[in-house]
DNA sequence: CTGAAAGCGCTTACAG
DNA sequence: CTGAAAGCGCTTACAG
């Protein structure tokens, strides 16, 4: 539909020839002139766009110095966000692709105006664009999709959707990972603190959590899940919350590293101790895990792949490639270090037969 | 020196005036053909440079969008570097700038060809260069003066110098704080363990170390003092080296949070403890420094303040303003937290008045 | 509203 | 190596 008549690029006077008008009224359309009438107006966008019209300074932004690709990262610059980062420009220095990074609030993300962005983004030769933990309407989508400016999201939190491309985890895989080993350890009370309930993610985290309960004839508790958001803060408070239950659990499966560190700060505040008196999983395998003591047990993601896989899927659609899959989910692999051990035996309720 | 002539906007044939040649002559010389004679060349090239000339392209370049500025981060990842890319990024934000960065190892970046490189800055409207802890040679950094591109370096490992703008910390008033707060513990025993040798910031820092110690009449041991780099690794090394001397320090004064992990982790692997047995002070008051048990008393700098100054300075330069200085630091501040404490008393040789 | 004509700024092809 | 001449692609000023 978009492909060009001929293979001689268009100029301005084609344009005017295909439109049947001279070459000023074209000028003046791309312009954005307004002293011309609605229907050629129209009539001179048609054959823009049918012959692929692209101005000598587009051209040139295209074939100068190396492509440029937008990154917009989630506002708080977090162990994990420096990874998938990291991933990116190592695989952006091998590709000679220049990576615009822009630090945006999920709220200024939201107001921002999409139809400008993504002109701006066309006007500048940005091939593509990269956002990470961040949503979009489908409307605001569609501004960069009618652009053919391809989108990748890394870990996004809705679910995959048609319109744009998705780069996460094995997030269903992962928690039940998590809960598997600690249930063969001989956990039966485990509690899971999930990030925010709109997070595609954390959902699929703690649906393999409950699958794993399932898996064993453990039946999942209600006053045992919290979800609340991807934070220290949450870890503190849920761990709280958890501990202060008649029964509380013997084991914490934390949606990410940060709450982890949150319930590690709580359970020593209390002159408990992990993994003697409660064994703690988190989830994502940032580098924090191998700085507290003890070392995190957590299920690892392969954040710098996913980085480096987000660009790749930039840079091939950009390219007019068809991707095989408009979502693909890398593996995650639960690491094991000092944070988890069997329970106290007195804590196995009578009966058990574990 | 190099403002234009007159008010009107310089074209090609206003170069060709002033230099005394035709405007094609002026068009190859612009567009590197090599069939201009050397002379000939270098006249236009005076003449480009003293009208400021600018292609039509790089007129448009820079009123269209917003501006954008390169950022050059050594190829480890820390958290120190992220910390300096978000205070970067926030203030790009406000200012309507875009950020592209790059991440090059030190050889790469050694090996990169100025020349091009700045070129390709000016062509595609790059207003300036952040260097995070990098150099370059003088000749490096004159490809970039010549074109009037303004490079800062945050944290230079050279020392200052002409020809670019830095910013750092108060290093040697961070390294001499450190150290007094060991002395007003009551350790005398007190060991460094700084990075590279060529880094100016390390330097400052041992001097203020050096200069805590002579402050209070106590002098320095050649053995208590190593340097070799930023790392955890280092820390490590450092440490057992420290700790089999036969008189081993009561208190290690780590040039980076890092390198204090690695002492941490090897005074732990020996069954001591921090800071019963050993009192640590770290240096950059990274997150780390909160998540270590214990937590990690510790020089802080002002990163995201420094990222944000070293932008500042860039955009103003950008704009042909002056700064005040060519070299500016930011106040460290010593943040006391759990890893120092006074020397065990059995440590502190006979004879001493403390 | 539209377009013939003139103009702008840069580049190309080529004669010397 | 240099530049007069021709050309390119877009824009402007203005007559209808």
């Not at 295909?18 to 791309?30: D, Q, R, Y």
């Not at 949450?234 to 934390?254: Q, W």
Request: overall charge negative.
């Amino acid at each position: 539909m978009r492909e060009a008549r001929s293979k001689t690029k268009p100029v301005l006077a084609t344009v005017a020839a295909l439109a049947g008008v001279s070459a000023p009224t074209v000028s003046k359309v791309i312009n954005g002139r307004d002293d011309v009438a609605e229907s050629t107006r129209a009539r001179v966008q048609a054959a823009l766009a049918e012959l692929g019209y692209e101005s000598p300074m587009q051209r040139r932004a295209r074939s100068t110095g190396p492509a440029m690709v937008d990154l917009v990262i989630d506002g708080s610059a977090t162990q994990y966000s420096m990874e998938i980062l990291t991933g990116i420009l190592d695989y952006a220095a091998t590709e000679d692709v220049d990576v615009v990074v822009g630090s945006v609030t999920p709220a200024k993300l939201h107001r921002a105006n999409h139809e400008e962005w993504a002109q701006r983004m066309v006007e500048s030769g940005r091939k593509g664009l990269i956002l990470v933990t961040s949503e979009m309407t489908t409307q605001q989508l569609d501004s960069f999709a009618n652009r053919n400016i391809p989108v990748v999201v890394i870990d996004p939190l809705n679910p995959p959707r048609h319109g744009y491309t998705s780069v996460g985890a094995t997030n269903w895989a992962g928690g039940k990972a998590a809960t598997e080993h600690l249930i063969s350890l001989g956990h039966q009370r485990i509690a899971f603190l999930g990030g925010p309930r709109a997070a595609e993610c954390s959902v699929a985290r703690l649906h393999g959590y409950l699958a794993g309960l399932m898996g064993h004839g453990i039946s999942s508790r209600p006053e045992y899940v919290l979800v609340g958001e991807f934070s220290k803060a949450f870890g503190l408070a849920g761990a709280r919350e958890l501990l202060d239950l008649a029964e509380p659990p013997t084991a914490i499966f934390a949606g990410c590293d940060a709450t982890a560190l949150g319930v590690l700060e709580e359970v020593r505040h209390r002159g408990l101790r992990v993994p003697d008196d409660l064994s703690l999983v988190g989830f994502d395998g940032t580098p924090l895990t191998e700085q507290t003591l003890p070392r995190l047990t957590s299920v690892a993601q392969p954040l710098q792949e996913m980085g480096r896989a987000a660009l790749r899927a930039v840079l091939r659609l950009a390219q007019g490639e068809m991707l095989d899959s408009s979502h693909m989910e890398l593996a995650t692999e639960l690491v094991i270090r000092d944070s988890t051990a069997p329970p106290r035996t007195n804590h196995v309720p009578a009966g058990s037969d574990l």
